[in-house]
């Protein structure tokens, strides 16, 4: 069967009431024309190997059309030339691409066709190794959950990180999977953060918060922008109260994350074009818990590397993901602030982007708004990073920074690294 419940191989006696009735081999009678004969829609799904079943729904679709519908009995009937494409179809359907997708690949010349099919790969690939990480963490949890029951996660013990592949810090992004093995202290955070208007906005729409358990940064936009990414991050910041355990950590942090989709909604009365980027972490003793809507971003410092553990939510990212835009390009783009994803006012619900992180002493994360990264630039980040003595002394330098390149943005930042006690 195919994704839509079709049978992918169907055959002239496959149910298709209309075939028997019009005969699977009758042609019918065209008098006067040079035309090729037309192919019942048995005679066609057969020689196309979709079911009739199909092709009545992709009829119905405007995916492929009959080349006639006689117009008493409602037979539909197919030309020869229409095979190609309905092959097409039936390869793409086995590709796992949507219909509606196929509908615009299969209106676009052989070039072009090709581009979008080589685009949508490129995009499950991506897609597939988030999950793939998620996978891998749930077989590793799973195994080392024991007969008495769970809870065997402890320090050190974590042993997945989720780090999309970059496409734009020229940095190594290798998947670290990591069991040390060997006993060490207990970890926790060292933490600060900060956030400025810059020296061309005049409101500051980002918020910023750093304490024990929780990171945040929200980017606000629309008229009630400062008090939406104050809104959600408050809402975040109720999680540095509550208990936590390992287990739980991800299903605490989406039911914040719909809590402050609903502060959003509250603060933006209705209006769509309100609303926030979120970008938090939820510390747990060991692990990293990470949730991320939007383009905001996370990066990572570790043995002197910087990589990003988040991917933008933007139409830009996308055509990067898919191979259209090279990152240069993506970052001189015009809509490259455009969100395809975000918390707001009104409109769709979006879901935010949940992984969990492994952590490591010596570890140091960045959180920060796009008025960093947008001008700050990535090695110039990984410096300071690398340099800074405390998150206090990192955070006010990287708000400096952007500030000394003209500040056109808010700029939000949230700083803490992970040690040993
Ligand atoms: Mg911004």
């Known amino acids: 069967m195919t994704a839509d419940g079709t049978a992918a191989h169907g055959t002239a006696a496959d149910g298709s009431g209309e075939e028997r009735a019009a005969g699977a081999n009758r042609q019918p009678e065209r008098e006067?024309?040079?035309?090729?004969?037309?192919?019942?829609?048995?005679?066609?799904?057969?020689?196309?190997?979709?079911?009739?079943?199909?092709?009545?729904?992709?009829?119905?679709?405007?995916?492929?059309?009959?080349?006639?519908?006689?117009?008493?009995?409602?037979?539909?009937?197919?030309?020869?030339?229409q095979l190609p494409k309905a092959r097409l179809v039936v390869w793409l359907r086995r590709l796992g691409m949507p219909l509606a997708r196929?509908?615009?690949?299969?209106?676009?010349?052989?070039?072009?066709?090709?581009?979008?099919?080589?685009?949508y790969w490129a995009r499950v690939e991506t897609e597939t190794a988030a999950r793939r990480d998620l996978a891998a963490f749930l077989v590793d949890q799973l195994a080392r959950r024991g007969p008495e029951?769970?809870?065997?996660?402890?320090?050190?013990?974590?042993?997945?990180?989720?780090?999309?592949?970059?496409?734009?810090?020229?940095?190594?992004?290798?998947?670290h999977t990591h069991d040390t093995?060997?006993?060490?202290?207990?970890?926790?955070l060292r933490y600060a953060a900060a956030t400025d208007a810059g020296l061309a906005r005049p409101v500051n729409q980002d918020a910023a918060y750093a304490g024990s358990r929780i990171l945040a940064v929200a980017d606000g936009f629309g008229t009630a922008g400062a008090e939406a990414s104050s809104a959600a991050v408050e809402t975040l910041r109720g999680l540095d109260e509550v208990p936590i355990t390992p287990g739980d950590v991800l299903n605490l942090l989406e039911d914040a994350t719909v809590r402050a989709a609903e502060a959003?909604?509250?603060?933006?009365?209705?209006?769509?074009?309100?609303?926030?980027?979120?970008?938090?972490?939820?510390?747990?003793?060991?692990?990293?818990?990470?949730?991320?809507?939007g383009d905001s971003r996370a990066l990572l410092l570790r043995d002197g590397a910087l990589s990003r553990i988040t991917q933008d939510h933007t139409p830009v990212q996308t055509l990067l993901d898919e191979g259209r835009l090279t990152a240069q390009e993506a970052a001189s783009h015009p809509q490259r602030s455009l969100l395809s994803r975000a918390l707001t006012g009104g409109g769709p619900h979006h879901s935010p982007d949940l992984r969990l992180h492994e952590a490591r002493p010596g570890d140091?994360?960045?959180?920060?708004?796009?008025?960093?990264?947008?001008?700050?630039?990535?090695?110039?980040?990984?410096t300071v990073l690398a340099g800074a003595a405390s998150p206090d002394e990192a955070a006010a330098e990287l708000v400096r920074l952007a500030r000394e390149a003209g500040g056109p943005d808010n700029i939000g930042c949230a700083v803490a690294d992970v040690h040993e006690e």
């Open 181 to 188: 093995g060997t006993p060490r202290g207990p970890l926790s």
């Open 149 to 175: 029951g769970p809870g065997t996660e402890g320090i050190g013990d974590t042993t997945m990180t989720t780090e999309h592949p970059d496409h734009t810090d020229d940095t190594d992004h290798t998947e």
């Open 102 to 119: 196929i509908r615009e690949v299969t209106a676009l010349d052989g070039r072009a066709a090709a581009e979008e099919v080589r685009a």
């Open 32 to 81: 006067g024309t040079c035309s090729p004969p037309l192919l019942t829609i048995g005679a066609f799904a057969k020689a196309s190997r979709l079911s009739a079943k199909a092709l009545r729904l992709y009829d119905e679709l405007d995916l492929l059309r009959p080349a006639e519908v006689d117009p008493l009995t409602g037979y539909r009937r197919y030309t020869p030339d």
């Open 364 to 382: 140091r994360y960045l959180l920060c708004s796009d008025g960093l990264y947008t001008v700050v630039p990535a090695e110039e980040i990984r």
């Open 264 to 293: 959003v909604r509250g603060v933006a009365g209705g209006d769509e074009s309100v609303g926030t980027t979120l970008t938090a972490m939820l510390w747990t003793g060991s692990q990293l818990g990470l949730v991320h809507i």
